[in-house]
């Protein structure tokens, strides 16, 4: 699992749990290009993968997996969720 950075005012209790815990955190964070499948296998049974990759979106990380997800994924959920909210407002202005 990956270390997390000081000043990240987050709840890592989640972490306690992570299924990466003791694997090789280059796993996590291959080379562009190449496969991220070994990783995602891990996060496939991970109890706390939505706290990770809720973690991961939140904190914009852009490099890796988290959540069983890459950044490319990763950054699709932030558009679907920034458009949503956008729909939202559009629809009752007075929720922005
Ligand atoms: S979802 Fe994947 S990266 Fe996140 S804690 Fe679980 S195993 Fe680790």
Redesign the pocket.
Known sequence: ??ELTVDEPVDKG??D?????G?DPDL?FPERGASTRE??E????????????E??LANGEKF?????MSERERRRIRRQRALARGTAVAINPASA
């Open positions: 699992m990956r989640w972490q749990y992570a299924n990466c815990l694997v996590f990783a995602k891990v996060c496939k049974g991970c109890v706390v993968r939505i706290d990770c990759l973690y991961a890796g997996i988290w959540g069983g």
